[in-house]
């Protein structure tokens, strides 16, 4: 039996912050980009840099109306739409208001953890998807069915903090065929990992990997 997208109780989500900003990450990086982060997460990573996502219970309920017509009063110009948490597949409702975003011809890409499915995401959406390492503490919840979901144009993400998070990742990458899927990002965790190494590392495998740098912290932007 073909299995249903989650069908939402409400047309509301729980919303810890809406900005609009530079993309700091993905495949957006460097583009202004409207941002919905919402509220709550599943996991409790160790560098955690959004921990007011989780842990605060400051929150607003908005209407996905309310969102849309933030974005089209202030923001229509601007296509890039990132929905990022904590954790957004905890919440039905983000599937109605990826398709309202898609139906209003944006590009969309959701920014997951890796331990929720994603099949339910629509095709055309971008997906960022990280396998957690070692170092953050959840590295027994990465979903690895996900990757049967994944296309060319989405990413999986390794947030490194060391030599032992860098070998997990090649180690996976290899398992499964990362490389011939996907793009694959490593990221350094930021102020514990010189981006300089991780570059020099990634320079010794010869692989097609990219370093992705926080451009946001670099200035000091949301």
């Given amino acids: 039996m073909k299995q249903k997208r989650p069908v939402p109780h409400t047309l509301s989500l729980n919303i810890s912050e809406i900005f609009f ?71 039905p409702e983000v599937y109605p208001l990826i398709d309202r975003f898609l139906n209003k011809k944006c590009i969309v890409c959701i920014e997951t953890n890796g331990s929720l499915s994603i099949k339910h995401l629509p095709p055309q959406v971008i997906k960022v998807m990280d396998l957690k390492t070692p170092s953050s503490g959840m590295a027994d919840h990465n979903l690895y069915e996900n990757i049967d979901f994944l296309s060319p144009k989405d990413v999986i993400k390794f947030v490194i903090q060391d030599r032992k998070d860098f070998e997990f990742a090649l180690d996976k990458i290899k398992a499964f065929d990362l490389i011939s899927k996907t793009q694959v990002y ?6 514990k990992l010189s981006p300089k190494e991780l570059a020099n590392w990634l320079l010794g495998i010869k692989l097609p990997i990219r370093l992705q740098l926080q451009l946001h912290k670099i200035l000091n932007l949301k």
Avoid at 186 to 191: A, E, T
Wanted: aromatic letters at 16%.
């Fill in 186 to 191: 490593f990221s350094p965790v930021f102020g």
């Fill in 21 to 91: 900003s530079i993309q700091g990450e993905g495949p957006f990086a460097g583009y202004p980009t409207f941002f919905i982060r919402l509220y709550g997460c599943n996991l409790k990573c160790t560098w955690c840099d959004t921990l007011y996502a989780r842990e605060s219970n400051k929150y607003q309920s908005i209407t996905l109306e309310e969102i849309i017509k933030l974005w089209e009063n202030l923001y229509s110009s601007i296509p890039y739409i990132a929905i990022t948490g904590g954790e957004p597949l905890l919440q």
